[in-house]
């Protein structure tokens, strides 16, 4: 296989020993780092950066990214404190050897028209991409609904008024179904070139309901079928999102976490030879 998994553990639970032992127990070893100890990851102190280090190594765990909240903010708010955010969030990648850190591209206000703010989000993320050029590290742009660069149209609009190796595109199904968009039609042509990470969930278009990959609209088979045969050998990152439903954003249980795994799998097993080896 040509990819490696990893996962946003903190949707396992806030503690990290039992992060540990459910990614291990599944075969996974990296975390796409959002949060740990009820903590977003960029507010974590050095001791706690050295524990969670020393915990990780012990466990052979390594860090495929920082998902970071950079980006998810209006478009009009204070960018010195975005730029601050960037900088821990470099000196955490370093620290932890993750090559990615995941942003955004802001929101515009409610009930305008996105494009009228292609500037101001342009200039934003290129004063970001700026600093990780130097820093050797890659910002990827998670698809978020609502932000600029929700649709695939606006994201591919990003890539061309950036073109810089530290900018590429983090490709997430679910989101695109929850903005009306089929994603091996209307985003993967647009974006191919440009992903180097995938977010593993799916949804419904008929109410936007997460659901386990391949058991939705969100092409998950298709697109990576032809993102392996083009040479794709990057993170399949588990993003679940199962306990949506009732009301807990964010978190799926370790029961769930097994469900997402597994269907995981079962697309994977469902490629071709040619297609995952």
Known sequence: ???RLSAFADEIADDLETQIRVLQNHG???????GVWGKNALDLEPAEIERLI?????????FSAIGSPIGKAAVDSDFRSQLEALKRALDLADRLDAPFIRIFSYYPPPGTDPDA???PVVERLAALVELAENAG????????KEIFGDTAARCRVLFDEIDSPSFAAVFDFANFVQCNQRPYRDA?????????YFHIKDALLADGAVVPAGQGDGDVAAVLSEAFVEGFSGFLSLEPHLSVAAGNYGRTTPELFATAVQSLHQVLDSLTPLQTN
């Open 28 to 34: 996974i070893d990296h975390i796409e780092l959002r």
């Open 117 to 119: 703010y292609q500037q």
């Open 54 to 62: 020393e915990h990780t190594r012990d466990a052979g765990i390594a």
């Open 188 to 196: 993967w042509p647009l974006l191919r070139d440009h992903v180097c």
């Open 1 to 3: 296989m040509r990819y």
């Open 137 to 144: 590290r890659v910002l990827a742009h998670e698809n978020e």
